[in-house]
């Protein structure tokens, strides 16, 4: 057998083994020390913020990590203020509204069923009395099965849900400390940010520092590309309900816009989540013209998200659309909705680490000094 393959052979099982073995060990790793993961994430998203008060303020570095911190903080509590205070007078309206509604509806269903479903049963129930006793009694026993297996579905989703909820409460004192030991670990990294940077240096060697250092920026560039994409998407999903709903003459359309631009971060339930019930109930009350202008609307919403998602997250994390569109499918067939998120940023990983030529690398590796003489 030729050594140079042999050779060959075992420096990439060497590699593949060293991959496995690290991805492996990060997944256990991660389990433990997520709060610190995420904090070093936070802690490598605000640096520019905690640069510029250190630099331009000429704050202390561990004050303008807290001055971030609090100013960031400030912001979102004050974001999510406004919000509850629309959502509250939005509450407050339906609160006298959702009654008159409820009351149609229920005068619909009952014309309904006086109109269309009794009827329909006496015709049932007369071709039930002209069948053969056996055929009858099969009828029964299906309709039986259907409702034991409805009842039995039912217990168990009443049942699991209850025992859920002891699961459901503990979770927040285990979220509250993920958080306090995420903010704690945000601080003291961001402080010490340049003098951890530096012992980074000195361990890792030359090459590995200068492919590091390139897989460093483009990732960085990324993320905020990443961050930037979906917060223009849910902007443009914003701003696209709030002109249709003042089209249509909605009350409280930024409260309804707001919501449903919150509900747009979670791919899986989308703006359907809020425009499908809502169309379902303004048919079924009467307002067909309602119903149908936010029908459009909620097509016009769906065909743009579907159309710029692949360019605007192309154009701001440096990959092509169509390999954006397919990192999303991929995502979401194999991990679901949270795939959405994962993939493109998996992609970027990829595309960064080629970029820093670190698959050339390996496989520079693998071959080896032989396949000069080859």
């Keep these: 057998m030729n050594p140079i393959y042999v050779n060959r052979t075992l420096r990439f099982l060497l590699v593949a083994v060293l991959i496995i073995v690290f991805l492996v060990s990060f997944y256990y790793v991660s389990k433990i020390t997520y709060p610190f993961i995420i904090g070093f994430l936070i802690a490598f998203s605000i640096n520019p913020i905690v640069n510029f008060f250190e630099k331009k303020a000429r704050l202390p570095r561990g004050f303008a990590v807290f001055v971030s911190l609090l100013l960031i903080f400030s912001v979102f509590a004050g974001l999510i203020t406004l919000l509850v205070v629309e959502i509250v007078a939005g509450a407050e309206y339906l609160s006298k509204v959702v009654p008159t509604h409820v009351q149609t509806l229920i005068t619909y269903i009952e014309v309904f069923f006086a109109a269309q479903v009794i009827p329909l049963y006496n015709q049932l129930s007369g071709l039930f009395m002209n069948l053969e006793t056996g055929q ?42 993920v958080i306090i030991f995420s903010l704690l670990g945000t601080f003291f990294i961001s402080k010490d940010w340049y003098r ?13 520092k200068t492919s590091g250092k390139t897989v460093f920026v483009d990732l960085k560039k990324a ?23 003042l089209i249509l003459k909605v009350d409280y359309a930024i409260t309804i816009a707001l919501v449903t631009g919150l509900v747009d971060i979670v791919p899986y339930l989308g703006t359907g989540a809020i425009f499908v019930p809502w169309i379902i109930f303004e048919a079924v009350s009467g307002e067909m013209h309602l119903a149908i202008g936010l029908g459009v609307l909620y097509l016009v919403v769906l065909v ?25 499918f991929v995502g979401y067939k194999l991990i679901g909705f949270i795939g959405l998120i994962v993939g493109p940023v998996v992609l970027v990983i990829i595309n960064t680490l080629h970029r820093a030529n670190v698959f050339h690398d390996l496989w520079a590796f693998i071959k080896g000094n032989e396949s000069r003489d080859v």
Excluded: C, H, Y
Aim: cysteine-free.
């Design 136 to 177: 009858q009694d099969t009828i029964l026993e299906n309709i039986q099965n259907v409702g034991t297996q409805v009842g039995t579905t039912l217990g168990n989703f009443i049942q699991g849900f209850f025992e859920n909820i002891p699961t459901i409460l503990g979770w927040f004192p285990s979220a509250a400390t």
């Design 196 to 208: 951890l940077s530096k012992i980074g240096n000195r361990l890792l060697p030359g090459k590995a």
């Design 223 to 245: 993320l905020f590309g990443f961050i930037t994409a979906q917060a223009t998407l849910v902007s443009l999903t914003t701003v696209t309900i709030l002109i249709g709903l």
């Design 304 to 328: 743009q998200r579907q159309l710029m998602e692949p360019k605007i997250l192309s154009s701001n994390i440096g990959i092509d659309p169509l390999a954006t569109l397919i990192a999303l």
